[in-house]
């Protein structure tokens, strides 16, 4: 079986929210998005969910919706193939609203990350011999 994975994240603003990820050069599913839900594809595998709180709320069975900017629950971690597709990534999500955080580079690793406009982290690995 080929599975899929769909990241549901809470925003505030379903409009920035899409301009942010559509900036970072990915689609918009538009089957599965209306005013309150945006299906962000990735990959053909990969799916975020953007819900407005009040929609991601529904979901929810007696817990609270975390906020991102002051309590990190998730990384959520992208593969690119070369250090200057990191290093693109990063500026596109800057240009559209994103902030960065610090890069860094281990042995045979380079990444860096970003968060969203509602606090997100995305990290962007390059890891020599891979992919």
């Avoid at 301009?19 to 599965?32: K, P, R």
């Avoid at 990384?75 to 500026?91: K, P, T």
């Avoid at 994103?98 to 580079?105: D, E, H, N, Q, S």
Wanted: avoid cysteine; charge should be negative.
């Amino acid at each position: 079986m080929n599975r899929m994975i769909f990241v549901n994240l809470p925003v505030s603003d379903v409009t920035v929210s899409r301009a942010f990820y559509t900036g970072l050069g990915f689609t918009v599913n538009e089957q599965f998005s209306d005013e309150q839900v945006t299906a962000i594809v990735v990959s053909d595998q990969i799916v975020v969910m953007l819900l407005e709180r009040p929609r991601f709320e529904d979901f929810l069975q007696g817990t609270q919706v975390a906020d991102a900017h002051s309590t990190t629950e998730v990384l959520n971690a992208l593969s690119a193939s070369s250090r200057e597709e990191v290093d693109q990534f990063v500026e596109r999500a800057v240009a559209h609203g994103g902030k960065a955080r610090r890069p860094y580079t281990e042995e045979g690793m380079y990444g860096h990350s970003v968060t969203d406009p509602d606090g997100h982290v995305w990290e962007v690995v390059y890891m020599e011999g891979m992919g």
